[in-house]
């Protein structure tokens, strides 16, 4: 959805199975379409449930120009002693070494070559998954919470290095950095010291809201809190937005542009969000969500619970209003 601005039923991605239904054939990344219009593009990190990208070749199809992932169809690491590709090619003398922090040198590279020029760069970082293992500043002894808590900071570390390089390069007033997660941790989490409704997997808003931090230096307002309605498609066609460059001819993008938001504007705020994972699906405005199953639910106490409502009389007007909105995303 990042990639393409389009829901899972368009392109066929459902879940974590369903990746190879979307190739450069069939979709058009927001990559290929910024490269197309002078930017350099690049991925670095996680790339899983896409095709595998083992040539730079296979990433120009996609619109990258360079790329270090990790997916070796052998089975390699992605932390310590990590198997990556960086543009063909898989990186050599990595024992001891620390996978997220090759990954950073690259971005930092990256960055450093292309300052004089627009670049886009795709950064799903490795961190915070499974298996959970130390990090360079884990102390000894380290494990279970305060494992997964020294993952979480050795993350933000590896973002702040990347601010703090565009800092040094003049680029931070030039760059937007946007930073989400993909879904809820495994169990659910806590949010204030309340657990949330769901986790990872799940349709509830432990598994599918997650954060979205977007910095602009004297752009974006410091210290504001936006809450309007945002949805994966939405990147692509504000990524568009800001490069000064239209949606692509004859494709059905779903996402809304939050550019105006970015600048501190009111914008248009979406009335609507859409989640799918497999055959499960729902629509939800700040208030309601109604189900693929017809199921209304109220979400005044959300994160923490949703509340079944009975589709009555007081309730139909609701109903009807997001059912018609699911009845055209199929």
Known sequence: MVMTGRYPFRTGVVNNNTGGKATPRSEKFIARVLKETGYATAVVG???QLQYLSTPA????WGFDEFMVWYDKRGGERYWDPHYNHNGKMVENT???YGPDLLHEFIADFVTRHKDQPFF???PMPHVHSPILKTPDSREGDRGKALLADNVAYMDKLVGKLAAQLDRL???EKTLLAFTGDNGQPGGGTVKGRRMDGGKGSMKEGGVRVPLICSWKGT????RVCQDLVDFSDFFPTFADLAGVGLPDGVKVDGSSFAPQLHGRPGQPREWIYVQLGKERYVRDPRWKLYGDGTLCDMKEAPWREIAAPTDSENSATHRRLQAVLDQLK
């Open 170 to 172: 003049g680029l931070r």
């Open 58 to 61: 296979e990433a120009r199809a």
């Open 121 to 123: 760069v795709y950064y």
């Open 95 to 97: 024992k001891g070494r």
């Open 46 to 48: 996680k790339w899983r």
């Open 220 to 223: 974006t307002p410091a210290g």
